[in-house]
C-alpha cells in the first residue's frame, strides 16, 4: 500500500518555541493532505486539509495562526506549531490521499510533541 | 456538517466470538465510507472500505454494508482472534475524512 511518512516520531520543545512536523508521501503524489490531532481516549480531530499549492483549510477552533500548515509540494506538508504551550502537547497524526475526493487516505505514524 | 457517531467501546469478547461494531453517519452528499483499525504502538491503516450504497467492503474477514437507508456501515466479523485487539475507527470521506471517536476491542484467549 502507499507509504507515508511522518517526522519526527517524537518531540520535546520548550514553551514559547516552534515546532515544524513533516508528512511525506513517499510513492505516491498526494493532491490532499490531512492533519489530525488525536486526543486521550482515541478521538482524532481534523485540525486542517490542505491542497497543494492553495492555503490550507482550518476546522472551526482552530487557530490557524498557530498551527501553519504549509502543502508545498505533491509529497510534501509541514505542520508548524508556534509559540507552543504546555496544552499544545499531543499527538499529531498527518495523512494524504492522491484525490481530492472521496478516496481513502493513507496515515503517517504521528508525532508525539511534548512542551515543557 | 458532517459526522460519524460509533459505539463506545471497550468491547471485550472471547476468541472466536461474533463481533459488532455499529457506525452510523450524518452527510449532505454521498460520501465513501471507510473503517480504519488501530493496532497498538501503531498509526492507522485503512481495514475496508465502500463507495456507494449497498456496496460491500471486506478485508481479514471484517465485513461492512453501505446503508443508506439506515445511513449505517456496521463492521462485523463472524470470529474474532487475540490479534484482531486494536482500536477501530469508522470514518466517511468526501472532501474531507471525518472519524468517529474509535472503539476500542479487547479480545480474550
Known amino acids: 500500500g502507499a507509504v507515508v511518512s511522518q517526522h519526527p516520531s517524537w518531540v520535546i520543545c520548550k514553551s514559547g518555541t516552534s515546532v515544524k512536523i513533516e508528512c511525506r508521501s513517499l510513492?505516491?503524489?498526494?493532491?490532499?493532505m490531512f492533519w489530525y490531532r488525536q486526543f486521550p481516549k482515541q478521538s482524532l480531530m481534523l485540525m486542517a486539509t490542505?491542497?497543494?499549492?492553495?492555503?490550507?483549510?482550518?476546522e472551526q477552533g482552530v487557530e490557524k495562526d498557530k498551527f501553519l500548515i504549509n502543502h508545498a509540494s505533491l509529497t510534501l506538508s509541514t505542520l508548524t506549531v508556534t509559540s507552543a504551550h504546555p496544552e499544545d502537547s499531543s499527538f499529531y497524526i498527518c495523512?494524504?490521499?492522491?484525490?481530492?475526493?472521496?478516496?481513502?487516505?493513507?496515515f503517517g505514524q504521528g508525532t508525539r510533541l511534548t512542551v515543557v | 456538517g458532517d459526522s460519524v457517531t460509533q459505539m463506545e467501546g471497550p468491547v471485550t469478547l472471547s476468541e472466536e466470538a461474533f463481533l459488532t461494531i455499529n457506525c452510523t453517519y450524518t452527510?449532505?452528499?454521498?460520501?465513501?465510507l471507510f473503517w480504519y483499525v488501530q493496532y497498538p504502538g501503531e498509526g492507522l491503516q485503512l481495514l475496508l472500505k465502500?463507495?456507494?450504497?449497498?456496496d460491500k467492503g471486506s478485508n481479514k474477514g471484517f465485513e461492512a454494508t453501505y446503508r443508506k437507508e439506515t445511513t449505517s456501515f456496521h463492521l462485523e466479523k463472524g470470529s474474532v482472534q487475540v490479534s484482531d485487539s486494536a482500536v477501530y475507527f469508522c470514518?466517511?470521506?468526501?472532501?474531507?475524512?471525518?472519524f468517529g471517536k474509535g472503539t476500542r476491542l479487547h479480545i480474550l484467549p
Open positions: 510513492d505516491f503524489q498526494a493532491t490532499t
Open positions: 490542505s491542497n497543494e499549492g492553495s492555503k490550507a483549510t482550518y
Open positions: 470514518a466517511l470521506g468526501d472532501d474531507k475524512i471525518i
Open positions: 465502500a463507495t456507494k450504497a449497498d
Open positions: 495523512s494524504a490521499r492522491q484525490e481530492s475526493f472521496n478516496t481513502e487516505a493513507f
Open positions: 452527510a449532505t452528499g454521498y460520501p465513501s
